[in-house]
């Protein structure tokens, strides 16, 4: 009499929520349809743009194979993974950036990956540059693995998006602009409500580059108008001792691929008042230079007060 074929059982997919919010929005119920996914499943996202960005479409990673015993207890059988999906621990999210302005803008977008109950597992950043008026630009952003025992991604969320004209915007890395200087910002340092960010500018051209003094900033609100009612200090203005802040400005030249940094502090102590925030600084790094736009996100509570430090050389 012959043996009877081995069984193999199927892996059990468990179906997962995938609710993408724009930012500071509440997810939606569970019986959006745009919401709903499978693992290994490609889902369409229909929510609305948050400042011309939206996320529209979502992969979540494929199951992992479950190892079903045969029968007669020969070992195991490994259900194979669907084809065309992204690796097993990958979350892959589709986006688009819509320019409905009048002039090309670089768009900065912070997204987050989240579980199903809406906490940040993850954020990722990605610029768009050169995005013409009234054009379409689209592309992916991926989350590869979450730290273990992490709740696993279910939904991707638009979280900021900042934009600059593209003339303004800080030229990428490697990029060297037409003025011959590269003007950058870095991500910043906070401790006990002190904030400082640091500017960099690096002479990528091919003559020198003299300085002296202090940077010339224009502080830009949410539409890019000026702020008003800030001062600007020169030094720390007793804002804070931080060594090297307060040096007075002296005469730099700068070689070709030399570099200077300068500094911005304050505090984001909140008073009686509105609180100020000022998410574009516009930056000068010497008279008649073209002017960057970079994006701290200063948030300077009701102080009034931004401390900006002289240039230096970087070792």
Known sequence: MPRPAPLVLPALAAAVLLLTTACGTEHAGRGVDAGAATPGGRTAVT??????????SVTLPAATPTPSPTRGGHGVHADPLPTGTPAATGVLAAY?????????????????FADDAGGAMDNRTR????????????GTVTMETLP??????TRVKVLRV????????????????????????????????LRVVGLRLDNCGT??????????????????????GVRILHGSG??????????????????PGRSASAGLMWRNTTGSGAAVDVPYVRVRALPGADP???TPHLDLGTTGELGVSAWKPVP
Do not use: Q, W
């Open 162 to 193: 900042t934009k600059v004209p593209a003339s303004e915007a800080p030229a990428a890395p490697g990029v060297c602009p037409p003025s011959g200087i590269r003007v950058s910002a870095d991500d910043g340092d906070a401790a006990m409500g």
């Open 47 to 56: 929510d609305p743009p948050v400042d011309g960005v939206r996320v529209t």
């Open 148 to 153: 273990p025992g992490a709740s696993p991604v």
């Open 238 to 255: 007793g804002i804070a001792t931080v060594t090297g802040f307060d040096d007075p400005p002296r005469p730099l030249t700068l070689a």
């Open 127 to 138: 610029t768009v540059a050169g995005v013409g008026p009234g054009r379409t630009v689209r």
């Open 96 to 112: 688009e950036v819509t320019n409905n302005g009048p002039v090309a803008m670089t768009y900065t977008i912070v997204f987050t």
């Open 292 to 294: 960057v736009t970079v």
């Open 207 to 228: 003559r020198a580059v003299s300085l002296h003094g202090y940077p010339d900033l224009t502080l830009l609100d949410a539409d890019r108008e000026p702020v008003h």
